[in-house]
């Protein structure tokens, strides 16, 4: 079998990550597996580093050239992106091979032109059961619901301590995430949060790692919050991870969200989760996490404050999510079920829908 991964995002986030999680399982896996990337991005400098073999494209229209002509050389063609599958499929009537969709997101899907696209892409992966209920609605007929993987690493704990030397923050308890400044991510609920927080209690402090488009509006909340220095921009930082050996409570304000992988990092470094339940977050923070409304800001400092306040809930709490991340999200249990599904389709590529 020989898989094409796709992934032409610029950017490094979850689904980019789990592109290479992917990447990684496979070749462990003895597969044969390549990557379709834009050439000098994160993803394929990344890809390359762990000894993968890169596909380097421009841009959408260079991917899309690079289907057209070498898709037939591959068995599956794995689209880790909407964009990606659109590629996938448009280049569909040069190289007629078996397109799979991961979806990520939990925005409900409109328009004909977009359920065509679905009605002719193979098989479609949603990550959680809220996913998958949406693409039930939209009438996507093959699916099956394949989870993201979790990889832990050893943590540069050094590095750790510095950033709490640097800031000047020692002695205080560490709240944090690591969330784009997206409107689906809800930065400023957050702020609102940390501010009805900072109200009860003092010794703490936020920091809030990544950017976007709403940093203005959420540095406006941030000055009329009279936070201060308790909530921390902190922009965007490589191997971010280093970082989970210093944070006391993990925390994500989303109002959409189609798994919330960076929570799985919490539960591999034993960080208790606190989260809004919006869409695959409720399925993945489960009962091993601190589940509140979305946009209740009340619901999410309540929540911190009492997973600050209780060690016991603290230490049940990362006991529990770390088992869940070693058995669900492992490597190995996600990458069998890629090849099992991948290998139902070979078995039976005869009878797959063509353009």
């Not at 402090?205 to 909530?231: A, I, P, T």
């Not at 601190?290 to 990362?318: F, N, Q, W, Y």
Request: aromatic fraction near 8%; charged fraction near 30%; charge should be negative.
């Amino acid at each position: 079998m020989k898989i094409l991964e796709i992934n032409t995002e610029k950017t490094w986030r979850g689904g980019e990550r789990q592109t290479l999680y992917n990447i990684q399982g496979f070749m462990e896996a003895g597969v044969t597996v390549e990557l379709l990337a834009r050439e000098d991005h994160p993803l394929a400098e990344r890809t390359r580093k762990i000894s993968g073999t890169v596909r380097p494209v421009s841009g959408h229209a260079a991917a899309w050239a690079f289907l057209c002509r070498h898709g037939r050389d591959y068995d599956i063609l794995h689209a880790q992106t909407g964009k990606a599958q659109s590629l996938a499929m448009l280049a569909k009537p040069w190289h007629r091979r078996p397109v799979v969709y991961t979806r990520r997101v939990d925005f409900v899907p409109k328009g004909i032109a977009t359920k065509l696209k679905y009605r002719h892409t193979d098989h479609v992966v949603p990550i959680t059961h809220p996913i998958d209920d949406i693409l039930a609605d939209f009438g996507v007929p093959r699916r099956t619901i394949i989870t993201e993987i979790v990889r832990e690493r050893e943590l540069d704990a050094e590095r750790g301590e510095a950033l709490r030397r640097e800031l000047g923050i020692e002695g205080k308890h560490i709240l944090a995430t690591t969330s784009a400044l997206a409107p689906h991510k809800d930065p400023l609920n957050m702020v609102d949060a940390i501010a009805k927080l900072a109200k009860l209690r003092d010794d703490f402090v936020f920091l809030h790692f990544g950017d976007g488009e709403l940093r203005s509006d959420v540095e406006k909340r941030l000055g009329e919050s009279g936070l201060g220095d308790r909530y921390r921009l902190m922009g965007f930082y490589e191997n971010v991870e280093d970082f989970f050996a210093i944070f006391d409570v993990f925390v994500m304000s989303s109002q959409e969200e189609g798994l919330g992988s960076s929570v799985l990092d919490a539960f591999i470094y034993r960080v208790p989760v606190v989260s809004t339940n919006a869409g695959g977050l409720k399925e993945s923070v489960g009962d091993h996490g601190v589940l509140c409304p979305i946009k209740s800001p009340e619901a999410l400092a309540d929540g911190m404050h009492r997973v600050l306040s209780d060690a016991a809930l603290r230490t049940d709490l990362v006991e529990r999510a770390h088992a869940v991340a070693l058995d669900v999200h492992s490597s190995e249990r996600v990458t069998e079920e890629y090849l099992k599904l991948f290998e139902g389709m070979l078995k039976t590529a005869g009878n797959t829908p063509e353009i």
